[in-house]
């Protein structure tokens, strides 16, 4: 009888180790809503989706994630290049002249990494 027992019991134990086991992921891309009073508008997320630029084209970004505030503009290497373009440039209006002297130098490439992989600041012209 025992060896029934122990029999029947390696028999489950190897069923268990040998079996397939995955774990799924799941969840939440939708919810929340916008709810406006008088001059307050409060809009909230339940949950974030994939988060990741998903499409860009012109002026137009269409992004997933949590709101990161300028979430469309992130310092990058199109950034970069477009940065160096204007290396040593002088004048004024320069979008590479960051810190507003009307030359493109090394204070102004200081000023770049310092943003680099941020968010833009306001008034970012390098993209």
Request: proline residues 3%; charged residues 15%.
């Amino acid at each position: 009888m025992k060896q029934l027992f122990f029999i029947c019991m390696f028999g489950i134990v190897v069923s268990v180790a040998l079996a397939d086991y995955s774990i799924t992921w799941h969840k939440i891309d939708a919810g929340g809503s916008t709810s406006t009073g008088g001059s307050y508008t409060l809009t909230a997320t339940i949950g974030s989706p994939d988060a990741d630029t998903v499409a860009m084209g012109s002026d137009y970004v269409l992004s997933g994630g949590f709101w990161p505030g300028n979430y469309y503009c992130i310092v990058s290497l199109t950034d970069l290049s477009n940065f160096m373009s204007y290396w040593l440039d002088s004048g004024q209006g320069i979008p590479a002249d960051l810190d507003g002297n009307n030359k493109v130098d090394n204070v102004d490439f200081s000023d770049f990494v310092n943003h680099w992989m941020d968010y833009c600041p306001d008034g970012w012209q390098l993209k």
